[in-house]
């Protein structure tokens, strides 16, 4: 493995510091460039660090070189409410980047890539309960849309140019070592500070919205388990389907008055609302359970508990 060089781009994100830390006890500290948009001094990362426009090629590529990268994670882009209030940038930041990364990895630079999709590839005219892995995909949001193209774009650079890119569909993910960043599902984490600051919470999504989510510990496990996959295991090469659970408002509040006695919650839908409705309530992640065993962790349970203690700690 000490051959191995990883360059996480978008590396200071929700996502991306974990996946960061994750990859640096597989390979060692020095295997793993950490990238992003903020210069060094902001960005606060322990180990090699690079600040990377991912629109600018170049810029990747030369540090692609300088690191002699052998895979890379990108993991850079303009998440479901942020993109929504500025859609060309949004869609322009999620394609022009991937398409940047598959075309150096079809030029023989690096020999694998990550890059997660989303349950935002699905639409009004998908079934809402266990979505299956193939089925109807009519993405009402840039986010989606980009990443629905992105998935059609991973599977053609694999089926045309032998690229061996990877990719995992993720639901809501819930973390407390990172802010949100403007995502749809950010209810599931800010619910927790508010829980433990105030024993309230008001929601902008309804009580009965049913979203498919997943805890960072298992998202991370899952991203590095699909990337160490024999090739031949890994069937698929738009994107995985993949679940840890699934959950409303008002059933995500239920578990944390149990823990917090006398927690309260309100609701105020706001034009997140509709996202929401337009995704899944619950995912089929059965291909990837048998193509390369992923199981996850953690129960709804177990996360609330592990979520409260650790945001406990913070505050």
């Avoid at 692609?64 to 990268?69: A, E, G, R, V």
Wanted: hydrophobic share 40%; net charge negative; aromatic share 10%.
């Amino acid at each position: 493995m000490a051959d191995t060089n990883v360059l996480i781009l978008g590396g200071c994100g929700q996502v991306g510091t974990e996946l960061a830390t994750g990859l640096k006890t597989l390979y060692g500290n020095d295997h793993v460039i950490v990238s992003d948009l903020k210069p060094a001094s902001e960005a606060m990362v322990d180990g090699p660090y690079e600040t990377i426009d991912v629109m600018d090629k170049d810029a990747i590529f030369s540090v692609i070189k300088k690191h002699k990268i052998t895979q890379v994670y990108h993991l850079a882009a303009l998440l479901s409410a942020t993109a929504e209030k500025n859609p060309m940038f949004g869609w322009q930041l999620n394609m022009d980047s991937l398409l940047h990364v598959l075309n150096i990895a079809k030029e023989n630079h690096i020999s694998k890539v990550y890059w997660p999709s989303s349950i935002a590839v699905f639409g009004p005219g998908t079934p809402k309960k266990n979505t299956p892995q193939d089925t109807v995909m009519d993405p009402n949001t840039v986010y989606g849309i980009s990443k629905l193209a992105g998935e059609r774009w991973c599977e053609y650079y694999h089926e045309k140019f032998g690229v061996d890119v990877r990719s995992i569909r993720y639901p809501g993910l819930i973390s407390y070592k990172t802010e949100p960043g403007g995502g749809t599902t950010d209810y599931a984490i800010h619910i927790f500070y508010d829980a433990l600051k105030k024993n309230s919470y008001e929601c902008f999504l309804s009580a009965d919205t049913e979203l498919p989510m997943l805890y960072m510990p298992d998202a991370i496990k899952a991203s590095i388990e699909l990337m160490e996959a024999p090739a031949e295991k890994v069937k698929i090469r738009s994107s995985y389907n993949l679940a840890g659970f699934s959950f409303t408002p008002a059933g995500l509040a239920k578990e944390i008055e149990k823990q917090l006695p006398g927690f309260s919650i309100t609701y105020k839908p706001d034009f997140r609302q509709a996202i929401a409705e337009s995704w899944p309530g619950s995912i089929d992640d059965s291909r990837a359970r048998a193509d390369w065993q992923w199981n996850p962790d953690y129960s709804l349970e177990q996360m609330v508990k592990d979520m409260l203690l650790n945001i406990k700690k913070k505050l």
